[in-house]
């Protein structure tokens, strides 16, 4: 290999952190201004939720589907193509006058925003080796809080000094230069195939199928998400209605609080996965129950939070716990499924796990109009503790699975 070759694996972590900060960015966009959109339009919380929900089951069906692409086709392109068209989406989503339209550009942009992740993971595993995987999709994972945080944090400042609209132009616009960008310089690796694949039909939607773990992988990450996303989503309206803060420090106790812990977090999550996976085949997985356990437990005492510190302790403390999940659960999913496959499956994981977002938020909503927010966002917590117990229950066939998809350092 060329020097230039060396540290493309590297580069390419960089050329695609962009895309995931701004794929955070513009999709979060919505929940910094949310107030906003109540008050000028006239919306429930129902509405509001649905707003999010939509969003996600779209982008539950088109990441399947773009998965599927992502195995057949030059996955830098799709990437390419998936960034120009949501960048447009979102730029458009300014012009919405409506409850009816903004619902029907959310639903535009998480068809673009869909075709980024499962085929991002997979070309990060193309060119990385299986010692250095968790670290490096754990430092493209960094992307997602940082613009999730940055982001909303940016958007609740313009926002205010503006108007709601503003943001959607500035992101939209900032996407598409950077689609320019990638179309000279992202570009693909061999594809090598493993003895995993032998005896398995060759298309990977059955590979994926024919691998349980897989599939437990799925269901855990669709609990996992939807506990985050009913958390998320929430968050910073809950802020602003509990201290009455404006939009911009809104932002900042609901959302970058839970952003800055993930970024910080999801590097060690990565180093700790790839440690452990030295000592054992489970190691990624054993990383994932620790990370998720821990979330649950300590989002438990927002229910007696009052002040804007003691609500940020909260959330910064469960999202370092849930850091530590989200900086191994693709590297997981890599572990038992092999390359050929891999875009299929975190497409698969990504529409099973978005299914579970989408009704997340509408849950949280339920609960808040019964026994206040607080009471809906905390009951998250359940959803954790369910996954680890799955995860616990089927440590025999995840070890099998990781071993039959072994390859070499």
């Known amino acids: 290999m060329t020097e230039r070759s060396n540290r493309y694996p590297w580069i390419l972590i960089g050329l695609l952190w962009v895309v995931a900060f701004l794929n955070a960015a513009d999709r979060n966009i919505l929940l910094a201004v949310l107030p906003s959109l109540k008050a000028e339009f006239g919306l429930t919380n129902a509405q509001l939720a649905l707003l999010g929900s939509l969003f996600f089951w779209i982008y ?5 589907l773009a998965g599927r692409v992502g195995d057949s086709v030059q996955r830098s392109r799709v990437i390419i193509f998936g960034l120009a068209f949501w960048s ?9 006058s409506g409850f009816a339209l903004l619902l029907a550009m959310r639903g535009i942009v998480a068809v673009g925003e869909s075709a980024y992740y499962p085929t991002a993971t997979a070309l990060i595993g193309d060119w990385h080796k299986p010692t250095m995987r968790s670290r490096a999709l754990s430092l ?26 503003a943001p959607f132009l500035i992101f939209g616009g900032i996407g598409l230069v950077w689609a320019v960008v990638l179309f000279t310089t992202l570009k693909d690796a061999p594809i090598v195939h493993t003895a995993a694949e032998a005896g398995k039909p060759a298309e990977p939607i059955g590979i994926v199928l024919g691998i349980p773990p ?6 855990v990450f669709a609990l996992a998400t939807g506990a985050s996303t009913g958390v998320t989503f929430w968050a910073p309206f809950f802020v602003k209605e509990q201290l ?9 106790v609901g959302s970058a609080t839970i952003n800055i812990a993930g970024f910080m977090s999801v590097p060690l ?6 440690t452990l996976a030295k000592r054992s085949p489970l190691g990624r997985f054993t990383t994932l129950a620790i990370g998720l356990g821990t979330a649950g437990v300590l989002l438990l005492p927002l229910l007696g939070a009052k002040t804007a510190a003691e609500i940020g302790v909260v959330l910064v403390a469960t999202s370092v716990a849930k850091g530590l999940f989200d900086g191994c659960i693709y590297a997981a999913m890599q572990d038992v499924v092999p390359p050929h496959a891999r875009a299929t499956a975190v497409g698969m994981m990504t529409m099973i796990g978005f299914f579970g977002a989408g009704i997340t938020p509408l849950m949280v909503s339920g609960i808040a109009d019964a026994a206040g927010m607080g009471a809906g966002i905390v009951a998250m ?3 954790y503790f369910v996954a680890v117990i799955i995860l616990l229950m089927t440590r025999a066939s995840s070890r099998h699975a990781v071993l039959a998809n072994a390859q070499p350092a």
């Open 60 to 64: 539950a069906v088109g990441a399947f």
């Open 269 to 274: 999550g990565g180093l700790l996965a790839d």
């Open 140 to 165: 493209h994972q960094t992307a997602v809080f940082a613009g999730a945080g940055l982001g909303a944090v940016a958007t609740g400042y313009i926002a205010d000094a503006f108007s709601w609209h």
């Open 214 to 219: 897989a599939l437990m992988l799925c269901v």
């Open 381 to 383: 917590a359940a959803l």
């Open 244 to 252: 009455g803060l404006n939009l911009a420090n809104s932002a900042w």
């Open 88 to 96: 447009i989406a979102t730029g458009a989503s300014s012009l919405a």
